[in-house]
């Protein structure tokens, strides 16, 4: 095979690597706008059954929902993270393609979106994925503190 015929196949697979995981990413995207949905709804729920049954042992349930909701939601931000990454190689293998004469890259180089997601899960990076982002964590303090709100209220009025 020429030089020409494998920087071509190589630029083709690059794209093609790109774009599945800029549609991998969008899915993350989405699946963590559901899970914030999902995470008011319930927690709104609760609450409206708690209020409704006088019962703030049911508001406490809102304790134990709104972490697990925040915990999915970080763990899809850090797999995301690790996507656009990855997104972020590939583009810059394609830039330097465009720059020079092609892509031959080296022996060891392996194609595919599940490259984003080799390496070791760190709960410690989980946790530093948030930290520029208060949105997240205000979300879920608000819904916890709401939760506090209705089970002390339900709590004294009982």
């Not at 508001?59 to 709104?66: D, K, Q, T």
């Not at 997601?117 to 997240?136: D, N, Q, S, W, Y």
């Amino acid at each position: 095979m020429s030089n020409e015929t494998a920087q071509a196949r190589q630029i083709r697979l690059l794209e093609l690597e790109f774009e599945y995981l800029q549609k991998a990413n969008d899915k993350y995207d989405n699946s963590r706008f559901t899970i914030k949905n999902w995470a008011v709804t319930v927690t709104a729920g609760i609450l409206a059954l708690s209020v409704n049954a006088k019962n703030f042992g049911v508001a406490l349930v809102g304790f134990v929902i709104v972490p697990l909701f925040a915990y999915l939601e970080v763990l899809y931000m850090y797999i995301g993270d690790n996507v656009v990454k990855r997104c972020n190689e590939i583009e810059h293998l394609l830039q330097y393609a465009m720059r020079t004469d092609g892509v031959l890259l080296e022996e060891g180089y392996k194609f595919g979106i599940s490259q984003a997601f080799i390496g070791k899960f760190e709960a410690k990076r989980v946790l530093l994925t948030i930290r520029h982002r208060p949105h997240i964590y205000v979300l879920y303090m608000g819904l916890l503190a709401a939760t506090a709100i209705v089970a002390l209220v339900l709590k004294f009025l009982a």
